[in-house]
């Protein structure tokens, strides 16, 4: 019931999704090359807008970390958690925005046809018009300027707040910091794309060696550092985990209103 916990069980959330699409993909790669065209453009919808996600949410929790710090009086009334759910309704709205219309422009230019067709399932063999990958290039760019400019406003205003010398501003920088380096690992997926195009240029007969490389170490890798990172040096955290791991009956300690 705390929003800080509610926008990283989110994070984690949509970790899941990209990671079960990126998995699936790869093994249905390996059991039939191709696959249909209508369920290759859901699973890419659907992976796309969970990778996009991530970087909001972490805007988000670094918002609320500079509330904590400065307006600890009016955090409470600010951060509750009925707005947290609004705050990911928002999230998932302009994520959406990024490849919602894409399929409609898809819809309208291809033949039904096409939508039964097998096809190797990458986003850029269903969504080809290259005004499409323009704008999604422009959203990204434009997401991503965005959370950088939320990450740095945050840090720096939390680092000259009156209580920066605290303990708890010290902490709630090195949170600030922490997402600021979860963005770099989701940055990493805005590669996906070209690595695999530019390999299989070089390696034809290999591209489902090179799709199974380059998704572990750009798709997997990342978003199994991020939340264990972010989670286990958590203290809160740390003590559920304990608590569910070694079946203790110990009941942790009600959570103070401050960043970790």
Known sequence: MNPR??????LVFNDIITLTVTILLQVLSYISFT?????????????VSSSLNNPLTLAAMALECYLAICFPLRHPQICTVKKAYVVIAVIWFLSSIAV????????ATRPAEFFSSNIFCLWTNIFTIPQLQQKRDALNILYLVSVWLILFYCYFRILFTAQAASA????????????????????LSYLYNITIQGLTNLFPKDVL?????????????PRLISPMVYGVRDKMF?????RYLFFTNTQPKKMENRPS
């Open 238 to 242: 740390r003590e559920y985990l304990k």
């Open 5 to 10: 916990y509610i926008l990283y069980i989110h």
């Open 168 to 187: 708890n501003a010290k902490k709630a920088r090195n949170t600030v910091l922490l997402h600021s380096f979860q963005l770099l690992l989701c940055m």
């Open 35 to 47: 696959l249909n065209v209508s369920f290759c453009a859901i699973m890419n919808m659907t992976g």
């Open 209 to 221: 060696v090179i799709r199974y490389v380059v998704s572990l170490l750009i798709q997997v890798m």
């Open 100 to 107: 919602i219309p894409d399929l409609f422009v898809v819809l």
